[in-house]
Structures are given as C-alpha cells and as structure tokens.
C-alpha cells in the first residue's frame, strides 16, 4: 500500500485496455463491423494446457511496483506450474458483455478462462448459459465464502460463481473542501461541491446510494421510485451540480480537484486516502450504502484445461492467507472467512476495517440492489443512459 | 505482354475492392439489418428479430436530436479553429521555415506517435484544477473561482480542434508547397500588394488543401466520442457517445445502428453540399 504508484489509475487503465478502446473506437465508427471482427477480441492467443487467462478490472489485485509482478498470482504460478496470464481489461460491465457476447454466442474462444462480472452481469451470463458450472472437487476452499454470499438469488449454491471482492457503494469525498464530510444527499448537494460532483456510472450504486436517500427500499424498489431516482439524477446534471458520470476515472478527477465529493466505491477511495496522505475519506451514507460483488465466472467457451486450471486459480484465491494478502492491497470486503486472522499477521491495522471486514452492524447497513428482468433492464439502463446525456 | 491493357485498371483495384468490400460493404449491410430490428418478444438482453421497423430511425433521431446537433456544431467549431491554426502554421512552414521545414514537419506529425487516448487525457490534466491553465485564467480573472474548464464544452472543442490538427495541417502544406513562388511574384509584378497576392493567389491555389483538410477534420470530428467523454460533462454529450452507450450499454443494437446510419447519410449530404459549393475540382 505504501509504494506510489507511478501512473494515475486513469493512465494505467488506458494504457492496458489500448486494445479495448481501440476495438471500441473502431466499434463507433462502424458498428456492424463488430460482427465481423469477433475473432480479435479478447485476452490473447487460444487456451493452453498449462495456462489460465483471467480478464479482471483495473487496479484490483495485489501488484507489486517493483518487478511489476501480481505477487500472489506470481505464487500461485509457482505452486501449481500453471502460467497465470492476467489482463485488466474488463473496465465495465455493459462494454465488457458487447465485446464477447457474439464470440459467446457462436461458442467461439473470448480470450478468457476466468472473467469476474458484477453480480447482475453474472445473473445475465448464467441466464443465457455462457457460464460453466464448477467442478466442486477442485475447488475444496469453496466452503469458505462467507455466509452472507453463500447463496445469492442467481446462483442460490453458487455452482457458477464465487465471489471475488465485495464493493460498497457510498460517499466520497475531499477532506478539505468537506471538512464535516457527507453522510446524506444534502450533504452531498452542498454549495461548496456544485459542479464538482462525480456519480458512478454503475448505475445500481448510484441510484441505489439515491434511492436510499430517498428512503426507499433498493432490495424492493418498484419502476416508479426508480425512475423518480433518475429524475432526480438528471435535474441535478442540467442544474450543474454533477459533472460527470463514470467508471473508476472519478478517482482521477478527485485528485485532481476537479470533484470535491463522489458517489463512490470503498475500495478505490481507501487506495486514494494512503495515497494522499488522507486527502480523501469514505463513509456509507446514514440512510444506507449498497453492496455489490463481482464473482469468478469461467466462460462457457473455456475448455475443459483451461477450466481445471480456472477453478484451481479460484481455490488458491479462496485461501484465507491469499485472500488477506489481497484484501491488505485492495481494501475492498474479502469474501473469505478466516482471512480477518490471516490479515492480523501481515496488516493487523487492516484486520479491525470495517470496510474489509464489516461487521454485523456495519453490514445491516448495506443494501442490495434487486434483481431486474430482462425487460426491466433494458428500460432502466436506457433511462439511466439518458439522464446523463447518452 | 500477358494482360491485355484493358484489365490492367481492374487488376489494381482489386485489392482495394476486396478490402472496402470486406471492411465496408459487408458490415454496412450488416448495420442497414440490425437497424430496423426489434426485441424478441420473451427474449434476453441483446435479443433481437428483424421486422422492418423503420420506425427505429424517426424514434432514435428525435429522442437524439440535440446530440446531433451538437455534434455537427461541436465539429463545425473544431474544423474553424483548426483551419485558423493550421493555415499559418501550414503557410509559415512551406515559406518561412527554410532549413527548419523538415523538423517543423515532425513536430506536426510528432503528437501522433502517442496514442489519441493519451494525448486527450493530457487534455484532461491541462484543463484541470490543478493544470496551469486555469490558475493563470483565475490570476488574469478572466474566470471566476467556481468556474472550470474540464466538462465543458470549451475543453470538448478545444480536444478536438488540437486532436484533428495535423488532419488540417498536412493537407494545407501539401497544397501551400507546391504554389510556385513565381506565381506570387508575377501578382506583385502586376501591381498588386501583399495582401491581394495571397488573398487573389495564394489563397485560391491552396483550396485543394483547404477543401481536404476541411473534410480530414470535420468528419472524424462529427463522429468522435473521445473527446466528449473524457473531457466533456453530460451535458456535452455528442451522437458517438449515444451509439456507444446505445450499444455498449443499453445492449440496444437496432437503435445504435439506426443512429450510426443517420449519422453517416448525414455527413454524406454536408460533404456533398460542401464539395458542390467548393468544386471538386479543387480535391485533385
């Protein structure tokens, strides 16, 4: 945690993803031609044998600046012989899914063999069969997810995923310019941040974390209540009080001073704390954050090798000392029981975080976001889209 | 002899004819399918049945009908300004450089050896509260304490006109080159002063420059998304950003499509009312 890392996270993520975006930016030019292009998307080269490809978001496993090396994934190679080939390309849900869904469609190779989706995104991908169901042998840790994740509605045994990092959604903000800090939306929406507020472009955080400003029942909101949440969200854009709506670039702009206050995720906002001397801080607002996991899924297009290996990799992260290791690096809830001792023998400030490890009384406080039909997807994520100008 | 002459012409487009076929027929026809489908009825996400829905294009066109606009008003911008740079820039290198022609010519194309994404994001950090920029224009009060410069749509021109410069200025030398200065003397010779020689010589002989270096920017620059998601606020939001968000987001396939088509239709009618009005005699 204490070495700086050179690039911003923004930078970081653009130079990893070049093939992405580039893919992306041809896509707008001629969407049609994505079709056509199926066979170049992706991690790189065809499964082998001995290897594992897993396709995983920015800046969410443990990295060492030194040697540039994922020191647990460096381990796990060791251990097991198998290559571990890590690619931080999946920088948002929505995107991620158009860019393989075709391959995953006509069974064609997507260039993963482990890819770790969002929890509704997972529910989509389980929906439509594109995710194989584990083989339990080779994953014995399994028993040790927490009792909380063990059976989510989509995968009530989870015999398709498990769950990678669990995210809190909440307010973040500048020390500084808040000394107070936020805890509710008025907080939020107060003079000294007009025009200097960033919102998630996960839409079920944002309007979640509105949601429950609003006093509703994210785990129960009905299409009404929602699309009051992203009128809300639209007036206060046109207004000018909120500047944008995105993915993890919001920690750019809050180190650069341009937003002062975020709806944001745990994790990142810890990362940018110990990075700036406390500049920063987080908090799960007082009328309630939401919390989300994104979950190791193996593609219905991984072979049978790559699949072994994959639940291999998934077994070794289930371990609760590599759980902890990633957990110090990362800060986001660890979904590993037993990884709260481990974390007291290598960061045993970390092991009483709340934010890692929540208790009882910190998770009540953490709400779902309901499941949404097809249907219902669609029409909200096309109204969430046009409220910020899409 | 082994080709009788008359396919000589054919044989050389071929590759050509291949690779727009490929890269360009073929996925257009693919566009013109999706765009009037609709959603399977009881299917999943990103499901969709063609039923000849032409309506997809009124719908998508009036729901993204400001987006449109500001895309052409965003890159009309971006094509002014650049020209406004690009012109001397171009007119002082083909004249005025001497010795230095050839590595004021690199410094042109330099920005291009990094990636656009990067070079825009260096926009971002310019523009940005902690940039120079702004405090200067703060210092000058030019701006206020509250005003900013990222999410605007100031810094959305700006990123454009910068990003498609060289688009403009290449085009400009090229043409500006090849005027012989013989030209520009004769018109002195008849009499006539600085400002009627480039304006009655100089000028007309380079519009093949200006007419391609319109055309470089302003069409990459109506369909650019870059520029106004990284620099821009939602309320700068151009047609490139709904296609993406359409597709990428929504998983709405047929509006996209739709989108993308009107788009392309439009530019094709602007640069054809442009190339009547300039002549396209001017682009050889």
């Known amino acids: 945690m204490d070495s700086k890392r050179s690039l911003s996270p923004e930078a970081r993520s653009i130079i990893n993803s070049q093939i992405s975006r580039r893919a992306l930016i041809a896509g707008a030019g001629g969407l049609g031609a994505a079709g056509l292009l199926t066979a170049c998307g992706g991690g790189g080269g065809g499964g082998s044998e001995n290897a594992v490809r897993w396709g995983n978001w920015p800046l969410y496993l443990d990295f060492d600046e030194e040697s540039k090396t994922y020191p647990t994934l460096v381990k796990f190679s060791e251990q097991t012989g198998i290559e571990a080939k890590y690619f931080e390309d999946y920088n948002d849900n929505d995107e991620f899914f158009g860019k393989v869904q075709a391959q995953l469609k006509l069974g064609e190779d997507i260039g993963y063999d482990v890819v770790t989706p969002t929890d509704w995104m997972a529910a989509r991908w389980i929906r439509l069969g594109y995710a194989q169901k584990f083989d339990s042998a080779n994953i014995p840790n399994k028993v040790n997810i927490l009792d909380s994740l063990a059976s989510?509605?989509?995968?009530?045994?989870?015999?398709?995923?498990?769950?990678?990092?669990?995210?809190?959604?909440?307010?973040?903000?500048?020390?500084?310019?808040?000394?107070?800090?936020?805890?509710?939306?008025?907080?939020?929406?107060?003079?000294?941040?007009?025009?200097?507020?960033?919102?998630?472009?996960?839409?079920?955080?944002?309007?979640?974390?509105?949601?429950?400003?609003?006093?509703?029942?994210?785990?129960?909101?009905?299409?009404?209540?929602f699309m009051n949440a992203v009128d809300f969200m639209a007036k206060k854009i046109s207004d000018g009080w909120i500047r944008g709506v995105k993915g993890n670039e919001y920690a750019e702009d809050l180190t650069s001073g341009d937003a002062t206050a975020v709806i944001g995720w745990s994790g990142d906002m810890f990362i940018l704390a110990s990075e700036n001397e406390g500049k920063f801080d987080f908090a799960i607002p007082e009328s309630g954050g939401t919390i989300s996991g994104d979950n190791f899924i193996i593609p219905s297009t991984t072979t049978a090798a790559g699949k072994a290996n994959g639940e291999k990799m998934i077994n070794y992260y289930y371990d609760p000392a590599v759980a902890a290791e990633v957990a110090a690096y990362v800060n986001y809830v660890c979904p590993v029981k037993g990884a709260q001792a481990e974390m007291e023998k290598i960061a045993p400030e970390l092991a009483t975080s709340e934010y890692i490890f929540p208790t009882e009384k910190t998770a009540s406080r953490l709400n779902v976001f309901r499941s949404l039909t097809p249907d219902e997807e669609s029409k909200w994520a096309e109204a969430f889209q046009q409220a910020q100008g899409n | 002899m082994s080709f009788p002459k008359v396919r000589v012409p054919y044989l050389l487009l071929l590759p050509g004819f291949v690779f727009l076929f490929t890269f360009f027929i073929l996925p257009i026809i693919n566009l013109a399918q999706t765009s009037t489908q609709t959603p399977l009825s009881g299917g999943d996400t990103g499901e969709y049945e063609q039923t000849l829905a032409f309506s997809n294009y009124i719908q998508a066109f009036v729901e993204n009908k400001e987006q449109f606009g500001r895309s052409f008003l965003y890159a009309t911008l971006a094509t002014i300004f650049a020209l406004a740079i690009a012109y001397p820039l171009a007119y002082a290198i083909a004249f005025k450089s001497g010795k230095y022609k050839n590595i004021l010519l690199v410094l042109v194309v330099a920005p291009f050896f990094t990636s656009f994404l990067l070079r825009t994001v260096a926009w971002k950090q310019i523009l940005g509260e902690e940039g120079f920029v702004v405090p200067g224009l703060r210092a000058l009060n030019i701006i206020g304490e509250q005003t900013t410069l990222t999410s605007t749509s100031v810094a959305v021109v700006a990123g454009m006109t910068y990003n498609f410069l060289p688009f403009m200025t290449l085009p400009l030398y090229a043409s500006l080159?090849?005027?012989?200065?013989?030209?520009?003397?004769?018109?002195?010779?008849?009499?006539?002063?600085?400002?009627?020689?480039?304006?009655?010589?100089?000028?007309?002989?380079s519009m093949p420059g200006v007419v391609a270096g319109t055309l470089l920017t302003f069409i990459p620059a109506a369909g650019d998304y870059v520029n106004a998601a990284i620099l821009g606020s939602p309320n700068t939001k151009m047609i490139g950003n709904v296609i993406e968000s359409r597709y990428f987001k929504i998983v709405d396939y047929p509006t996209a499509a739709a989108l993308s088509f009107t788009l392309m239709v439009a530019i094709l009618i602007l640069v054809t009312l442009y190339i009547r009005k300039a002549g396209t005699e001017e682009l050889v």
């Open chain 1, 152 to 225: 989510p509605s989509y995968d009530p045994m989870r015999e398709s995923t498990l769950t990678w990092q669990g995210i809190m959604g909440g307010f973040g903000w500048n020390v500084e310019k808040n000394p107070k800090g936020i805890r509710t939306l008025d907080d939020l929406f107060a003079p000294q941040n007009k025009g200097k507020i960033v919102v998630l472009s996960e839409m079920r955080d944002t309007i979640g974390v509105i949601l429950l400003g609003q006093g509703v029942d994210i785990t129960k909101v009905t299409e009404d209540q």
């Open chain 2, 177 to 205: 080159e090849r005027i012989d200065p013989r030209t520009i003397e004769a018109a002195g010779d008849l009499y006539a002063n600085g400002l009627t020689a480039f304006r009655r010589v100089t000028v007309p002989l």
